[in-house]
């Protein structure tokens, strides 16, 4: 499964950002998909997971109620709304995806990674 992030760009704090995650290679339907961030000298965090159908979804508790991660598994794309952004929300976003239904918030469960895509959220 290939992935490509796309949607990053400069935001003022309040603001909001889609992200997109497209996936070529194999069909999603099958992969559990999240997405991950790293900020500058941090370690990359856990941010979002999906389900494959799309109903069950878990967020960490710095981006819960803000962000929505969202799937359309018949245009092999995720996506997450990301709203009322905050500076500390500043990092590379990366989409992953596995086939390990038992997979959550560890990176290393994840098998596939897009190549990131930047997003700055200025005070």
């Known amino acids: 499964v290939q992935l490509q992030a796309s949607g990053g760009g400069l935001v003022q704090a309040g603001g909001s950002l889609r992200l997109s995650c497209a996936a070529s290679?194999?069909?999603?339907?099958?992969?559990?998909m999240a997405w991950f961030r790293q900020a500058p000298g941090k370690e990359r965090e856990f941010v979002a997971r999906?389900?494959?159908?799309?109903?069950?979804?878990y967020y960490a508790d710095s981006v819960k109620d803000r962000f929505t991660i969202s799937r359309d598994n018949a245009k092999n794309v995720m996506n997450l709304q990301m709203n009322s952004l905050k500076p500390e929300d500043t990092a590379i976003y990366y989409c992953?995806?596995?086939?390990?239904?038992?997979?959550?918030?560890?990176?290393?469960?994840?098998?596939?990674w897009g190549q990131g895509t930047l997003v700055t959220v200025s005070s």
């Open positions: 290679g194999r069909r999603l339907s099958s992969v559990v």
């Open positions: 992953a995806g596995t086939y390990n239904s038992n997979a959550y918030g560890s990176f290393t469960a994840y098998d596939y």
């Open positions: 999906i389900s494959t159908n799309g109903i069950l979804t």
